[in-house]
C-alpha cells in the first residue's frame, strides 16, 4: 500500500493554485459574463517571464513582478481591446473568442521558447520543513495560504468594496446596472486586471511545483473551470474547496498504478458528478415546492 501523505501535501498545494485560478475566473465572469479560456495560457506566458528574467540574471523577487505585470497586462489588453467588441454576443462566443486568444498566446510561448520542459527554481522551493515524516517546501506552503487569502480578500471586497459591488451588478444586469450609474468599462477592466493578477501569480507557482511547460501551464485552465463549476460559479469559498478536493484526488491517484494513467481525468469527473448532483438536488427543490 503506498504512502499517500507526500501525494496528499502535493495535492493541496496544487488545489490551492487549482482554486486561486478558479477564484480568478469566477471573479472575471461575475463582472463581465466572460468565461475566460485563456486563463492558463497568460500564466504560461507570465512564468516563461520570470524564467527568462532569471535565466538573464535578474532577482527572483523582480523577476516573478515583471512576470505577473506581464500576464496582468495581457488580460488587461484583451478586455480593453476585444471583449468590448464581442459585449453584445452569445457567452459561447465568447468563451471561443477567449480559446482563440489561448491558442495564439500558447503559439507565442511555442517561438519564443520551444517544446522542452524547463524548470523554474524559486528559493522557497529549495527549502522547507517535515511534518509526520514528509517534507514540505515553502513554495507548497505560499501556494496554500495565497489561494486561502485571496479566495477570502476576494470575497470580503465583492461584498463590501464599491468596485465589488459594482461587479456583483453587473453580474446581475448589465443593462441596468449602467442606467444607475456603474461605470461599466471600468468596473469590467478593474475585473480583468485583477483577473491578470491571480493569473500571474497561478502561473508562477505551478510552475515552481510542476514545471514550466506551455502545454502543462495553458491546460491549467481545466482543473480551474472544475473548480469554478463545484462553486456554481458563485461561491469562491466552494470554488477553493473544490479546487483542493481536486487537487489532492489527482494527486493521490498518481501512486497507484492501476489509475494513475487516469489521474488526468480527476478534474472532468469530478465536475461531472457534480453537476449530475447540482441537477438532482434541484430536481428535489422543484418537486417539495410542487
Not at 480593453?80 to 500558447?106: F, S
Not at 528559493?123 to 514528509?134: A, M, N
Not at 477592466?189 to 505551478?206: F, H, N, Q
Not at 458563485?234 to 494513467?261: D, H, M, Q, W
Request: glycine letters at 12%.
Amino acid at each position: 500500500m503506498p504512502d499517500f501523505k507526500p501525494f496528499i501535501v502535493s495535492g493541496l498545494a496544487l488545489g490551492a493554485i487549482y482554486s486561486l485560478s478558479g477564484v480568478g475566473i469566477v471573479l472575471l465572469y461575475r463582472a463581465s459574463g466572460v468565461l475566460n479560456l485563456a486563463y492558463g495560457a497568460i500564466g504560461a506566458v507570465g512564468a516563461f517571464v520570470a524564467w527568462q528574467l532569471m535565466q538573464d540574471g535578474n532577482g527572483e523577487g523582480l523577476s516573478i513582478l515583471v512576470a505577473v505585470a506581464a500576464a496582468t497586462a495581457l488580460c488587461l489588453a484583451y478586455g480593453l481591446l476585444v471583449a468590448p467588441l464581442l459585449a453584445g454576443r452569445e457567452p459561447v462566443v465568447q468563451a471561443a473568442a477567449t480559446l482563440g486568444y489561448a491558442l495564439v498566446l500558447l503559439g507565442f510561448c511555442l517561438v519564443n521558447w520551444g517544446t522542452e520542459p524547463r524548470l523554474l527554481e524559486l528559493s522557497t522551493t529549495l527549502e522547507g520543513f517535515e511534518v509526520f515524516d514528509v517534507h514540505v517546501n515553502y513554495t507548497q506552503v505560499i501556494a496554500l495560504a495565497t489561494g486561502l487569502v485571496l479566495t477570502v480578500a476576494t470575497s470580503i471586497a465583492l461584498r463590501r468594496s464599491r468596485v465589488g459591488v459594482s461587479m456583483r451588478a453587473l453580474a446581475n444586469d448589465r443593462e441596468l446596472s449602467a442606467l444607475l450609474g456603474v461605470r461599466v468599462r471600468r468596473t469590467e477592466a478593474v475585473a480583468w486586471a485583477l483577473s491578470g493578477v491571480i493569473a500571474g501569480v497561478s502561473g508562477v507557482l505551478l510552475a515552481s511545483l510542476v514545471r514550466l511547460d506551455s502545454n502543462t501551464l495553458t491546460f491549467l485552465v481545466i482543473a480551474s473551470l472544475a473548480a469554478a463549476v463545484l462553486g456554481r460559479l458563485r461561491s469562491l469559498y466552494a470554488v477553493f474547496a473544490g479546487g483542493l478536493v481536486i487537487g489532492v484526488v489527482e494527486a493521490c491517484a498518481t501512486p497507484v498504478s492501476s489509475i494513475s494513467s487516469y489521474s488526468g481525468m480527476a478534474p472532468f469527473l469530478i465536475a461531472i458528478v457534480a453537476m449530475i448532483g447540482f441537477d438532482l438536488s434541484g430536481r428535489g427543490v422543484e418537486g417539495r415546492s410542487a
